[in-house]
């Protein structure tokens, strides 16, 4: 497998506490790979550890064979890993296409961001219809969107995903999940997901990653995990 991401024996900390404990994980190229776990495992730490991103972290992360470690979240945003965290990083006050201009605030190409919007406004036409409004003002599945939208603007090779469902509705959920497989399809690009609704997320998932208090303690190919009696009863719920 070519890794896009790479973690060795990556640990993070806030001040004293430490949250995760030499993890070990790859993301393939074209790849989605989940981190599954409990409330608390660790899951957004890792993220943040790869992002460089409010956490004091140890171990060695390589994006596209190079080191990032120790990078700061700009110089790695602007090597192409785009962040979307779990409160969606959105400027509620400003208007949506604002919002998704802003996103591109590091390319200078302009005929190209032009193509780009109009491609996450074919892929989100929600995000069309609602241009002019405030991010505040959108449903939570449209700020979801707009979150998305913004972190495929930047043109990414590895988009960090942090709970897309958080505080959504079945269906929307539903719709957001079919988006991104509409993303996985025709973007070049790679992801690490951290989703609570194992369900769906093992479904869309190539390979998953079982984080429980900062450690690793199961990795395999998704339909493995689905399988996987203990897994069905703890996260699938049957
Ligand atoms: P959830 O599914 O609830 O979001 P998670 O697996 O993403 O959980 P993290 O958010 O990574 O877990 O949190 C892991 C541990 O780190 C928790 O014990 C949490 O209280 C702690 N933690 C998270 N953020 C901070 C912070 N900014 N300062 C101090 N401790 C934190």
């Given at each position: 497998m070519t890794a896009v991401l790479e973690a060795r024996g990556l640990s993070a900390a806030y001040g004293h506490l430490h949250v995760l404990h030499d993890i070990d994980l790859a993301v393939g190229d074209g790849k989605v790979v989940l981190l599954l776990g409990?409330?608390?495992?660790?899951?957004?730490?890792?993220?943040?550890?790869?992002?460089?991103?409010?956490?004091?972290?140890?171990?060695?992360?390589?994006?596209?064979?190079?080191?990032?470690?120790?990078?700061?979240?700009?110089?790695?945003?602007?090597?192409?890993?785009?962040?979307?965290?779990?409160?969606?990083?959105?400027?509620?006050?400003?208007?949506?296409?604002?919002?998704l201009d802003l996103a591109t605030y590091c390319r200078s190409n302009k005929s190209l961001i032009r193509a780009d919007i109009q491609r996450v406004y074919d892929l989100f036409p929600r995000?069309?219809?609602?241009?002019r409004q405030a991010a505040g003002t959108?449903?939570?599945?449209?700020?979801?969107?707009?979150?998305?939208?913004?972190?495929?603007?930047?043109?990414?090779?590895?988009l960090l995903l942090d709970e897309p469902s958080f505080g959504l509705a079945p269906l929307v959920v539903e719709e957001i999940f079919q988006i991104?497989?509409?993303?996985?399809?025709?973007?070049?690009?790679?992801?690490?997901?951290?989703?609570?609704?194992?369900?769906?997320?093992?479904?869309?998932?190539?390979?998953?990653?079982?984080?429980?208090?900062?450690?690793?303690?199961?990795e395999g190919p998704a339909s493995r995990f689905i399988n996987d009696d203990a897994i069905r009863r703890s996260y699938l719920g049957y």
């Open positions: 409990a409330n608390g495992a660790g899951k957004t730490t890792t993220l943040r550890a790869i992002s460089n991103l409010m956490v004091r972290t140890r171990g060695e992360v390589t994006f596209l064979g190079t080191s990032i470690q120790g990078k700061s979240t700009e110089s790695i945003a602007r090597m192409g890993i785009a962040h979307v965290p779990e409160d969606r990083g959105t400027f509620l006050h400003l208007t949506v296409k604002d919002n995000l069309k219809e609602r241009e959108l449903s939570g599945g449209e700020q979801q969107m707009l979150a998305i939208a913004r972190g495929l603007l930047s043109k990414p090779k590895l991104l497989s509409e993303v996985r399809a025709n973007e070049a690009v790679s992801i690490l997901l951290v989703e609570q609704n194992a369900k769906i997320a093992l479904r869309f998932s190539d390979y998953c990653y079982l984080l429980e208090t900062g450690r690793i303690v199961m």
